[in-house]
């Protein structure tokens, strides 16, 4: 690995990203970033590239592509963010 750089985490849960690191990496809105974790709890964060491969699945066109995360944590992930919607707006 190359350099080290301290990032920290949005209200929202963002990583934030130095602009400089930003502007050498050609990051830009609407990109997406695989974050590995490797057996020693070293975390690796790169950019995806290429974009996902569509599919003809019996007349109906579907994407081919790696889950970026475990099933269980998106259902759990997308719950989550589902009940906190409800609730803001009940409390409205």
Known sequence: MG???????DNQGGILLPQ???NRLGLSPGMT???EEDDQ???CLR??????ELVDKQGIIVVRAEA??????????????RLSDLLHRTDQ
């Open 47 to 52: 950019v995806r590239t290429g974009s996902p």
């Open 20 to 22: 400089e690191l930003k």
């Open 68 to 81: 970026s995360d475990d099933l269980t944590n998106i259902i759990k992930r997308e719950r989550d963010h």
């Open 41 to 43: 709890e070293r975390v």
């Open 33 to 35: 970033m695989l974050v």
């Open 3 to 9: 350099q080290t750089i301290e990032v920290s985490i």
